[in-house]
């Protein structure tokens, strides 16, 4: 029988009645940081994100004591962050910068909610993730009718296991909340790979033989969203998914892997169909 989460609320004297659930996923985040993003790097920048809200959702906020915050990791896990005991400040009452994306939320716009964290589920945040189901979007849920199962509890700080080099895949929106431990092999690797556009379908290849090596390639498109490259400032700015096509020796020269760049370039026809242009 595998362990619920409302088990672990009651054992802490929190009643599942009196709780909410809440998955923070901005689907808005290609523009700036995820909220998983702003719980790993920025605390107080988190703190601010989840204790603004939209006043249209203020009956289902109001109607529970305490928060069960969750954020969606870049695997689309439900990774539990805290308990929080919530009570209503009111309407925001001054302009305030977005902590997660460039703007303004403006004076009267949000309402405030103030947010007391329970030491007591410290130990438990960043370590164990649910199971949410169906419905993402219904991201506020109640306690009491979703007794949601227990999917993992991990050791302490412990990293997911790098998938490999070839199985590795992700959106370039979320390449800055990696684990730690997959930004060091990336950091300490060279070799090609391949961007693929969402919005055309158009494939790059390309390759990094820098100090910093695919790692500080990756970040220059999440900078700049073309890295230098021509046919990519052409294009609007898009979330390109990142792979892994070949991984150079440690070995290998500058020339070594253009050579590897070049072949890769022609077995995927990314001149003629893509967006290499050299």
Same mark, same amino acid.
């Given at each position: 029988?595998?362990?619920?989460?409302?088990?672990?609320?009651?054992?802490?004297?929190?009643?599942?009645?009196?709780?909410?659930?809440?998955?923070?996923?901005?689907?808005?985040?290609?523009?700036?940081? #995820? &909220?998983?993003?702003?719980?790993? $790097?920025?605390?107080?920048?988190?703190? %601010? *994100?989840?204790?603004?809200?939209?006043? =249209? /959702?203020?009956?289902?906020?109001?109607?529970?004591?305490?928060?069960?915050?969750?954020?969606? #990791? &870049?695997?689309?896990?439900?990774? $539990?962050?805290?308990?929080?005991?919530? %009570? *209503?400040?009111?309407?925001?009452?001054? =302009? /305030?910068?977005?902590?997660?994306?460039?703007?303004?939320?403006?004076?009267?716009?949000?309402?405030?909610?103030?947010?007391?964290?329970?030491?007591?589920?410290?130990?438990?945040?960043?370590?164990?993730?649910?199971?949410?189901? =169906?419905?993402?979007?219904?991201?506020?849920?109640?306690?009491?009718?979703?007794?949601?199962?227990?999917?993992?509890?991990?050791?302490?700080?412990?990293?997911?296991?790098?998938?490999?080099?070839?199985?590795?895949?992700?959106?370039?929106?979320?390449?800055?909340?990696?684990?730690?431990?997959?930004?060091?092999?990336?950091?300490?690797?060279?070799?090609?790979?391949?961007?693929?556009?969402?919005?055309?379908?158009?494939?790059?290849?390309?390759?990094?033989?820098?100090?910093?090596?695919?790692?500080?390639?990756?970040?220059?498109?999440?900078?700049?969203?073309?890295?230098?490259?021509?046919?990519?400032?052409?294009?609007?700015?898009?979330?390109?998914?990142?792979?892994?096509?070949?991984?150079?020796?440690?070995?290998?020269?500058?020339?070594?892997?253009?050579?590897?760049?070049?072949?890769?370039?022609?077995?995927?026809?990314?001149?003629?169909?893509?967006?290499?242009?050299?």
């Amino acid at each position: 029988m595998s362990l619920l989460f409302n088990s672990i609320l009651t054992q802490e004297g929190i009643e599942p009645g009196e709780t909410i659930l809440v998955r923070h996923q901005d689907m808005r985040a290609e523009k700036g940081r #995820t &909220p998983f993003e702003l719980w790993r $790097f920025d605390r107080p920048a988190f703190d %601010a *994100y989840q204790t603004h809200q939209n006043p =249209d /959702r203020r009956s289902r906020f109001q109607r529970a004591t305490y928060w069960a915050s969750f954020v969606a #990791t &870049p695997a689309g896990e439900t990774l $539990f962050v805290g308990l929080y005991r919530a %009570a *209503y400040v009111g309407l925001l009452d001054h =302009d /305030r910068p977005k902590p997660h994306m460039p703007g303004v939320d403006e004076a009267g716009s949000c309402d405030v909610y103030r947010l007391e964290q329970l030491p007591a589920f410290d130990d438990l945040a960043g370590r164990l993730t649910i199971e949410w189901g =169906d419905g993402a979007r219904a991201w506020i849920q109640r306690a009491e009718l979703q007794n949601k199962p227990v999917a993992e509890l991990r050791q302490r700080d412990a990293d997911p296991e790098f998938p490999g080099f070839l199985n590795f895949m992700s959106p370039l929106s979320q390449i800055e909340a990696l684990p730690l431990t997959w930004i060091a092999t990336f950091k300490a690797s060279r070799g090609i790979y391949l961007l693929t556009c969402p919005k055309t379908r158009e494939q790059y290849v390309g390759m990094a033989a820098g100090q910093s090596g695919f790692w500080g390639r990756w970040i220059e498109y999440k900078q700049t969203g073309h890295g230098g490259n021509v046919a990519l400032k052409s294009r609007d700015p898009a979330d390109y998914q990142i792979s892994v096509l070949e991984v150079a020796g440690t070995a290998a020269t500058d020339a070594d892997i253009a050579a590897m760049e070049t072949r890769w370039k022609l077995k995927l026809q990314s001149r003629d169909m893509g967006l290499n242009r050299n």
